[in-house]
């Protein structure tokens, strides 16, 4: 009973951690499906989200309001609104200009962007990290009183319920709408879709716009749920969502779900039974294999080298 | 289309007031675990104001800005002219570089301790840049981790010397060759991954040699890391004042001088220097003999290549191996130098750093890729008071770069002819 309780304890754990990996690894799988190239400056992205939510919410703090949903609600469309705009930019800047070229020159680009984007952010607001204030704490807890308690927090059912909230809606977005249509069959064939009229540019854009404000959104819930912020927080959980973005199939939206949960109950196994120093070799590690004997993921489609 | 355009050049300054002024307009302040906010100062604001009004004026006129640039007169008339002809400048090249070496050995003598420590330390990266130019400039394999090997070398060292006293000059092969093998055996499974796989694989290799530097606490000392690694010595002596091991001498003695500090860091810029010129030396011979050849021949063309009877994982291998062992050498003069490591030496951006080294001087050009790594490691020591904007501007110079000369500085030239066409 001790151990169903302590395993599921972890179960749990990295289902939260993993839903908020599958968040991030959208933005790196609907890039990649559609123009080929890994966004390096995507976890900056999602750092940046964390950063704007939490000034929004300590900005409405100062203000005086203290109603839960409002602030939340409100600190979650200042980060969308910040991120995404900057996933705009950084398309415009760095990746349009440099489309099309030799593989290696958009993903420099990329990397530029994303020491740019690092100290951007250092620069305005120190390199300390700063603590996030749990807004929603408590939860339900199981087990006798003497044994080992696990236990479900509130937090963690909003990070649940958030995140299939925005795969739902994502899902009808790219399944039914003009715009989703559209992505789908940009990531098919870029040349055709233009030669048919679609706005390839636009719809490029809109990746960038949508993948950005996913990981805003969870910016916010894992500033949360860790509780601190600092400049380099997006880089290992960009490198994290990544290795779930390849691990689902890299192009493949219900991939990143599923490598995003996946990698997420690794990890935290890992730190249950192992060691937590461990954890991010274990992701790496997991990453290295699934391109070594699966190069194209669990559920991503086999690439055929045309000459 | 005016008014298109202005529709555009709003929306784009409203972008970057969005990205800008909630960061930069609001301090997040920790005190204790209370985190307060404050707004930004006046001038802060006005700036980022300003960056929105420039941003508007620039999409609003950008046709008329665009145009004038392009009219303007090409900066550098003589790009137009006719090349030298080869042979002439090959002369020319090896007489010049021999003088800048002739120069590089006697410099020391003439100038303070720091700027031949700094000079050092150029040396070092040179030696990385060459190695990782070429991985990446020459056999077009991106690796993001080429830093684990430089961990390697200078671990490597730093543990013989540690747990069996091995001197420099034993260390420096058996570091170099450690790192070449490290890199075979990553390169081995790895290599047949498509270009930005390998790109995130060598990336990922990269952090977990890091973490196990940091975690293996009984053996590396963890983040502490190793400290007391010995000088090179010089047939025996060595530059401290007084002996540390049996058996040798020092050098001040030996030779009835003064005793001066300063010795001992000129011998290690010379040693750096031989170090640095041998690597490009070998690099050069490797880069005429057939394996250099089909390193390029697979970088532009991996289906012709393998057509010809070229083997894929041999001859990428080759280059990532040659490149893991100047890493590994580097990482030893490195350990050596600082007498002390630990795994904050060796992190993500310092492979950022040697890969915009590479790139910035012109993939696969050898004095290209020398010139850049001076200007990399000197710049921001000269301009010490911009230093926390360092990495800001470091960033937006790599991005700028592949926008709009990907092709880095000094891009590499072949002997080749091109067909003139037919009027």
């Given at each position: 009973m001790q151990d169903l309780l302590y395993f599921s304890q972890q179960l749990i754990n990295g289902l939260t951690i993993g839903s908020t990996y599958a968040l991030i690894a959208i933005g790196y799988t609907m890039v990649y499906g559609i123009i080929?190239?890994?966004?390096?400056a995507h976890g900056e992205i999602y750092m940046i989200g964390a950063y704007t939510a939490l000034i929004a919410i300590t900005g409405l703090a100062a203000l005086g309001i203290a109603w839960l949903p409002l602030i939340l609600i409100v600190a979650l469309l200042c980060a969308m609104i910040v991120s995404s705009s900057m996933g705009w930019a950084v398309e415009r800047v760095a990746y349009r200009p440099v489309r099309g070229r030799h593989r290696l020159i958009p993903l420099i680009s990329a990397i530029g962007m994303s020491i740019f984007l690092q100290n951007y952010v250092h620069l305005a607001q120190g390199s300390r990290n700063i603590g996030f204030p749990a807004l929603i704490d408590g939860g339900f807890n199981f087990g006798s009183g003497d044994g080992f308690q696990m236990s479900l927090s509130y937090m963690q059912i909003t990070i649940f319920i958030t995140t299939l909230i925005c795969m739902t809606a994502l899902s009808l977005f790219i399944s039914r709408s003009r715009t989703g249509r559209a992505c789908r069959a940009v990531s098919q064939d870029l040349g055709m879709a233009n030669l048919l009229g679609i706005d390839t540019n636009r719809i490029i854009s809109a990746t960038f716009v949508i993948g950005a404000a996913l990981a805003a959104v969870a910016g916010l819930l894992l500033g949360m749920y860790y509780g601190s912020v600092d400049p380099l927080f997006g880089f290992i959980a960009g490198l994290k969502a990544f290795t779930a973005a390849v691990l689902g199939g890299i192009g493949s939206i219900p991939g990143a779900m599923l490598g995003g949960l996946i990698l997420g109950v690794a990890e935290s196994m890992t730190s249950g039974y192992l060691s937590g120093e461990y954890k991010d070799v274990i992701s790496f590690s997991l990453l290295i294999l699934i391109l070594l004997f699966k190069p194209t993921g669990l559920l991503g489609k086999p690439e055929v080298e045309k000459i | 289309m005016a008014a298109n355009n202005f529709r555009h050049a709003l929306f784009c300054s409203i972008i970057t007031l969005i990205i800008s002024y909630p960061i930069i307009g609001f301090n997040l302040e920790a005190q204790g675990i209370n985190v307060t906010l404050t707004g930004a100062d006046a001038s802060t604001v006005v700036m980022v104001l300003l960056a929105a009004v420039i941003v508007f004026l620039f999409q609003l006129f950008r046709d008329q800005i665009m145009g004038t640039l392009r009219s303007l007169p090409h900066p550098l008339p003589q790009s137009s002219k006719e090349p030298m002809a080869e042979n002439r400048r090959a002369k020319i090249e090896s007489w010049v570089l021999t003088g800048i070496v002739v120069l590089a050995l006697f410099w020391p003598f003439f100038v303070s301790r720091g700027a031949v420590d700094l000079a050092t330390l150029v040396l070092i990266y040179i030696m990385l840049a060459l190695g990782l130019n070429v991985v990446v400039?020459?056999?077009g394999l991106l690796d993001l981790g080429y830093v684990a090997f430089y961990a390697v070398g200078a671990y490597t060292f730093a543990l013989l010397s540690q747990y069996l006293g091995i001197s420099f000059w034993l260390a420096l092969p058996i570091g170099a060759l450690l790192a070449a093998l490290f890199g075979l055996v990553l390169g081995f499974p790895v290599l047949r991954l498509r270009g930005d796989y390998l790109a995130i694989v060598t990336l990922g290799f990269g952090e977990i040699i890091r973490i196990l530097l940091n975690n293996w606490t009984t053996l590396?000392?963890?983040?502490?890391g190793i400290g007391g690694i010995p000088d090179p010595t010089l047939f025996g002596m060595?530059?401290?004042?007084?002996?540390?091991?049996?058996?040798n001498t020092s050098f001040h003695e030996t030779f009835g001088i003064a005793y001066s500090g300063e010795h001992k860091v000129i011998f290690l810029y010379l040693i750096a220097l031989v170090l640095a010129v041998f690597t490009a030396l070998v690099i050069r011979r490797f880069m005429r003999m057939p394996v250099g050849r089909a390193w390029e021949a697979l970088r532009e063309d991996e289906i012709a290549a393998r057509s010809l009877g070229l083997s894929r994982t041999a001859v990428k291998l080759s280059a990532f191996t040659i490149g893991a062992f100047f890493a590994g050498f580097a990482g030893t003069v490195f350990a050596s130098k600082q007498g002390f490591i630990s795994p904050?030496?060796?992190?993500f951006l310092e492979s950022a750093i040697i890969l915009a080294i590479v790139v910035l001087g012109g993939m696969g050009s050898q004095i290209g890729v020398v010139l850049a790594a001076i200007a990399v490691t000197i710049l921001p020591e000269l301009a010490r008071e911009f230093s926390e904007y360092r990495m800001l501007i470091f960033g937006a110079a790599m991005v700028l770069m592949m926008v709009w000369r990907p092709q880095g500085l000094m891009p590499m030239r072949r002997i080749h002819i091109e067909l003139k066409r037919q009027e």
């Open positions: 080929g190239m890994i966004n390096f | 400039g020459l056999a590396t000392g963890g983040p502490n060595e530059f401290g004042r007084r002996v540390k091991e049996e058996g904050e030496s060796f992190v």
